[in-house]
């Protein structure tokens, strides 16, 4: 299966990291390609990455970000 992540932060790495150990083809994506970059080196060699809409492709299951809750948000992230 092929599966896409719309962020790279912790909870991209795990699920994809497992998911990658099972055998799956997991593409991360960020608005900054060197993050995106990262994340998939840091997996392993099943792994793509990708920025903006380039995750929404034939074939790929894309799982949204994780928002933090109200109130949380960071200057400059978003």
Same mark, same amino acid.
């Given at each position: 299966?092929?599966?896409?992540? #719309? /962020?790279?932060?912790?909870?991209?790495?795990? =699920?994809? /990291?497992? #998911?990658?150990? *099972?055998?799956?083809?997991?593409?991360?994506?960020?608005?900054? =390609? @060197?993050?995106?970059?990262?994340?998939?080196? @840091?997996?392993?060699? $099943? $792994?793509?990455?990708? &920025?903006?809409?380039?995750?929404? &492709?034939?074939?790929?299951? *894309?799982?949204? !970000?994780? @928002?933090?809750?109200?109130? @949380? !948000? !960071?200057?400059? *992230?978003?």
């Amino acid at each position: 299966m092929q599966i896409g992540f #719309w /962020g790279s932060g912790n909870m991209a790495r795990v =699920l994809g /990291g497992a #998911w990658s150990i *099972t055998g799956h083809q997991v593409a991360f994506g960020s608005r900054h =390609l @060197e993050k995106s970059q990262a994340v998939a080196e @840091e997996i392993g060699p $099943t $792994t793509m990455f990708a &920025t903006g809409n380039a995750l929404v &492709t034939p074939g790929f299951i *894309t799982a949204p !970000r994780a @928002e933090p809750r109200f109130g @949380e !948000r !960071r200057k400059g *992230t978003y």
